[in-house]
């Protein structure tokens, strides 16, 4: 198994600052593939805020238009998001994700961390 320990959520007022970060850990047999963050607020489906290949390509929301930078660091299997300019509308639970390359069968192996409150109000 694999655990995804994410730390740095918390409330913010709009137009604030805040970074993710997720660690992953446990039984890492290959290098993972896509490292990333995924939110869902509440009634609202699970949806991509931003992941990265282990290449370095980022791919982001449509929402986030420049606010939100992913990191990540390979050799050590963390991954980053810093968010800036944050909105109301940003206040959800987000939660880190991994995966590895497909089995010769297809298969893909992902996991997910616990998830992190962000709540942004004044």
């Known amino acids: 198994q694999v655990q995804l320990a994410e730390s740095g959520g918390g409330k913010v007022q709009p137009g604030g600052s805040l970074r993710l970060s997720c660690a992953a850990s446990?039984?890492?047999?290959?290098?993972?593939?896509?490292m990333g963050w995924y939110r869902q607020a509440p009634g609202k489906q699970r949806e991509l805020v931003a992941t990265?290949?282990?290449?370095?390509?980022?791919t982001y929301g449509d929402f986030v238009k420049g606010r939100f930078t992913i990191s990540r660091d390979a050799a050590k299997n963390t991954v980053s998001l810093q968010m800036n300019r944050l909105k109301s509308d940003d206040t959800a639970v987000y939660y880190c994700?991994?995966?590895?390359?497909?089995?010769?069968?297809?298969?893909?192996?992902?996991?997910w961390g616990q998830g992190t409150q962000v709540i942004v109000s004044s």
């Open positions: 994700h991994a995966d590895f390359p497909p089995s010769p069968s297809g298969y893909r192996a992902d996991f």
């Open positions: 446990g039984m890492i047999f290959f290098d993972i593939q896509n």
């Open positions: 990265t290949s282990r290449a370095g390509s980022a």
